[in-house]
């Protein structure tokens, strides 16, 4: 394997609009166009440096509340701060020695994990095991 190309999260049909608001307004995001086959079953893609996620309609939408993306931030105190005033509630984790986190809910309730990108926070620098163990 070489890497991620994208994360899929799942949205309620229509929320496309909402989901612009808070991946562009709230993270900062830029949108990606759909292919035209694609762009034809709702959902909308963004993107922000190497970092591609997607939301895809899903006509029975259940949120995402353990499975998550977990993304690296190079400013995770002014990401808590603009998320804190916009309404979302940054939820820090310190289970993982070394490691600054915090959690997020999306306007659907899909959670997100974001990480700061110092080095001395960077779980690749981990021993696998105390990540799953961590994150279970």
Do not use: T
């Amino acid at each position: 394997m070489l890497g991620i190309d994208h994360v899929q999260l799942a949205i309620p049909p229509g929320s496309e609009d909402e989901g612009r608001r808070f991946y562009i307004g709230v993270l900062g995001m830029e949108e990606v166009p759909k292919p035209p086959a694609l762009a034809a079953r709702g959902g909308v893609w963004f993107k922000s440096g190497q970092v591609q996620l997607h939301l895809g309609v899903e006509a029975d939408f259940r949120p995402a509340s353990k499975a998550h993306p977990a993304i690296l931030v190079a400013d995770l105190d002014g990401l808590a701060s603009k998320l804190h005033l916009s309404g979302y509630e940054p939820i820090w984790d310190e289970a993982i020695p070394g490691v600054r986190r915090f959690y997020a809910a999306d306007p659907f309730g899909n959670r997100l994990e974001f990480i700061g990108a110092s080095r001395d926070s960077r779980l690749s620098d981990i021993d696998p095991v105390q990540k799953i163990s961590a994150q279970s």
